[in-house]
């Protein structure tokens, strides 16, 4: 509003932190997102109430399938004027999302059932062991590539990079077949030295922690955006899929996430003039070093921070 961005959303209230979400709201906000085909999202909560009750998917994970949101993208890049341990950080992290362990395909095995823990002997009590289903489609797998071009173009070849546990997933491997080198022990690789990495494409599960474990080298989940794209559908939400539940009502969250990521959906909708006002102004604000939140070491309310960064808008759209 105060930049006075010409985009007019059509909200919709779906907040498992507030235990309000339901498959009736979420098929309102499916309806809403297939008609506009663009939306900017909040983290939704899982609760653990609802693996308990044999819900096994998230309304995240729905919303994801029900638009076939196979990729995720995070663009990890250090923020100017906040130090970390490893500085001009820019590389992409493209996530594939709907599959792998995350396809809610699990079960209980019946009781009598032989396991490889209990060879040998039997045990004092009865086990149930989980068993979780590792699902990997050619759909999703060989659709990322798709974006490979756009993000790698004009870009170094040799800093593009795959990721998976292909010795113990071998039949999924199979399916994940892009031809990269695969660096292992990858984690610490990243952690060591991120400069070697431009572009990484990797499953559901190792997609997910290489997120979170990249957010943290620029500052954290608060300062990472990401969005997920299907063939039709465009999503602009958090980088990092950390809920941050225990801040809810207390006015300290970090909105750098979610604000860069409205800058990106605007770029999407070629609002590039409104974008860069945006994302300019978070960035000011950030590199000022007034103005922090406490994940970034500062005392600053979220509150505090979004009027910062409206009082470093474009004067014309100024507060």
């Known amino acids: 509003q105060a930049g006075n961005v010409p985009v007019v959303f059509d909200e919709h209230h779906l907040s498992e932190v507030q235990n309000t979400a339901s498959e009736e709201k979420l098929d309102r906000v499916v309806d809403s997102m297939k008609e506009s085909k663009v939306a900017l999202i909040g983290k939704i909560h899982t609760p653990m109430e609802m693996s308990h009750k044999g819900d096994l998917a998230s309304y995240d994970m729905r919303l994801r399938r029900k638009l076939d949101l196979f990729a995720n993208v995070v663009h990890v890049k250090s923020l100017p004027g906040y130090q970390t341990r490893h500085n001009n950080l820019d590389l992409v992290i493209i996530r594939e999302q709907t599959e792998g362990e995350y396809s809610s395909l699990e079960h209980e095995a019946r009781l009598g059932r032989w396991c490889p823990w209990q060879a040998g002997a039997l045990p004092a009590f009865p086990t149930f062991p989980a068993l979780s289903h590792l699902a990997v489609h050619i759909h999703g797998s060989r659709a990322i590539p798709v974006l490979l071009p756009v993000l790698v173009l004009g870009g170094d070849p040799e800093g593009l990079g795959a990721a998976h546990l292909g ?85 300290i969250a970090n909105p750098t996430a979610m604000l860069l990521s409205a800058s990106n959906m605007l770029r999407h909708l070629n609002l590039e003039y409104h974008s860069n006002m945006i994302s300019d102004a978070v960035k000011k604000v950030i590199k000022g070093g007034k103005v922090r939140t406490r994940d970034l070491g500062g005392y600053s309310t979220t509150s505090d921070f979004v009027k910062s960064v409206i009082d470093n808008l474009h004067p014309h759209y100024g507060a």
């Open 167 to 251: 010795s113990l997933t071998g039949a999924g491997r199979a399916l994940f077949p892009f031809p990269f080198p695969f660096p292992f022990p990858f984690p610490s690789q990243l952690v060591q030295n991120p400069y070697q990495f431009d572009v990484l494409v990797m499953p559901n599960l190792y997609g997910n922690i290489v997120d979170n474990l990249a957010a943290g080298l620029v500052g954290g989940a608060g300062v990472v955006p990401g969005e997920s794209y299907s063939a039709e559908y465009a999503v602009f939400e958090l980088g990092a899929r950390h809920p941050f539940a225990q801040a809810v009502g207390r006015n």
